[in-house]
């Protein structure tokens, strides 16, 4: 018998989103079992490589784990369903739901982008529709039996709501085991709603994400005072605070800290703007799913009520209501998307209130290369946004603590707990420097092999 073990990293390679990998595992007529199937986003080709073929025949494969809900995870699903797959996807029921908000609103936008460049849209609703029939849930430390020789345990990644890591244990024709695990995207814990990332022991090989691989995020304590203390400079100003925030786990996360904040006195008590439909949305699932937040958080659930609300709070739904945000008197905060500023409400507020030296704009997470965010946070002065030129004159502020990526210490320590067993520890969803650095402090620091691969190639377990 042939013991076809191995994987292929056909995105998500020298890029921090796009994740697409294929594991074949078996003998003869191997499974042939996709890891999360994302959008690329952020680089000028995107648009392009997301409607090149994918590197495999997609009616060969049998299943599809979805590690979490991030567009750069789930954002090709309807595209692999409209080209033929009809295998069973899996994830957590948290997953599940939330993707199906992300895929929503993502045919919006690819629409849009379609009639900018006179070219039909990736995917349309419909196909949208027809990937969730596919769609079966698994829970948190589950063992679930894929084939005699292949089962799968979830474990939680604590990256956002539902975000999982997947255990993949092989047991060739000899008896012998093999673990491989699929990490997703790591939580910066602790996190102020969800629960620690939860150790591997016992893998063989882990493939890993490296957003941060190269960098360090403010201490936690750091983080909630720099907020703090940017909202109170720009209320002493009489400015307003715009946060381009990701509408899923970014917004609820600041929802909770800016709850904290005002109930304690620490700011006063402001207008604030939720301007997304999509993060109100991703909030309602959220309150739904308490169950999965650590302890503090759901102590304070249980003591003071709905930790995502608080007077002066307004979620904005319509095109109409997100205008008048213009009309409320300063100061106020307004929290929009997209977090990379690459589309949405944001790019509106940022025409409105980037030219004025009274206002400020806080970065709270990764911001892609290419991006407007990235750009305006480099320092660029003259800008054209949406079609507007504007000149830069507010304040730029970026806290990176408030990121929900471990940062490249936490990485390490990640892997410092899996190492007696592992042999080689593949780095991928990262920047090509963040990757390569993190994979050689890997190598210096724990004595693992970390390993950058190429895209599109073949690597036996």
Known sequence: MNDIFNVTFYSGIGSVTGANFLLEVGGVMPLRILVDCGLTQGEKTAEDVNREPFGYDVSSIDYLFITHAHLDHVGRIPKLVKEGFKGIIYSTEQTKDLARLILEDAVGILAKEAHRDNVTPLYDLDDVTKSFPLWQTIPYHEKKTISPNLSVFLKDAGHILGSSMFEFTHTDSKGASKKIVFTGDLGNTPTPLLRDTEPVTGADYLVME???????????????????????????????????????????????????MIEGGEIPSIPVFVDSPLAIKVTDVYEKSTELFNEKAQQEIKTTGDI??????????????????????????????????TGGRMLHHEVMYLSDP???????????????????????????????????????EEILGYSSHKDSDHLVEFVATAHDTL???FVVMGEPKASLYLAQRLRDEVGVNGFYPERGRKYDL
């Open 308 to 341: 995502f609300n608080f007077p002066k709070l307004e979620f904005t739904i319509t095109a109409d209501a997100s205008k008048d945000i213009d009309h409320a008197r300063a100061p106020k905060i307004i929290l929009a998307g997209s977090g990379m500023s």
């Open 423 to 425: 042999k080689k520890v």
């Open 358 to 396: 009274k206002n400020t704009i806080i970065f709270v997470g990764y911001q892609g290369v290419g991006t407007l965010g990235r750009t305006i946070a480099d320092g660029a002065k003259h800008l054209t946004i949406a079609g507007v030129p504007v000149d830069i004159k507010a304040s730029i």
């Open 210 to 260: 490296s957003v941060y691989g190269d960098r360090n995020h403010e201490p936690k304590d750091e983080r909630r005072k720099k907020l703090q203390d940017i909202i109170l400079d720009t209320i002493k100003r009489n400015g307003t605070v715009l946060i381009p925030a990701f509408s899923l786990e970014r917004t609820q996360v600041l929802l909770y800290e800016l709850n904290r």
